[in-house]
């Protein structure tokens, strides 16, 4: 998904989200000829009566519907909403302190 993500980005997606078309989506790619595709972020852009139609943003390299098809509903398995730079770890481990919290109040209850 470069130039949107790099490696080395964080991202915040949840898994079973219904999927938005115009969002980056976290899919499962049909395995080609060398075997198994590794899980890719994909930008969901629409749905067919095949499924569910997924595009990169670099035209230069990487695979998508273009080649491969549409996606069934099982192969789009979360919905990337929060995408982040390393640099803003910290935040997320913030984020995650206060999650920790708030389940430690509430299991005081």
């Known amino acids: 998904m470069e130039p949107t993500y790099v490696h080395g980005d964080v991202l915040l997606a949840v898994y079973g989200a219904q999927p938005r078309i ?3 989506h976290v899919v499962r790619l049909p395995d080609g000829p060398e075997g198994p595709r590794p899980i ?3 930008r969901v852009t629409s749905r067919g009566p095949d499924g569910w139609w997924v595009e990169r943003d670099s035209t230069r390299e990487g695979v998508d519907s273009w080649l ?3 996606l069934a509903d099982d192969a789009v ?3 990337v909403l929060w995408p982040r730079k390393p640099r803003h770890v910290a935040s997320m481990r913030r984020c995650r ?3 920790a919290t ?3 109040k509430r299991e005081k209850r």
């Open 77 to 79: 398995l979360a919905r």
């Open 40 to 42: 890719a972020v994909k």
């Open 68 to 70: 491969v098809g549409a």
């Open 97 to 99: 302190t206060l999650v």
């Open 22 to 24: 115009g969002d980056p």
């Open 102 to 104: 708030f389940r430690k």
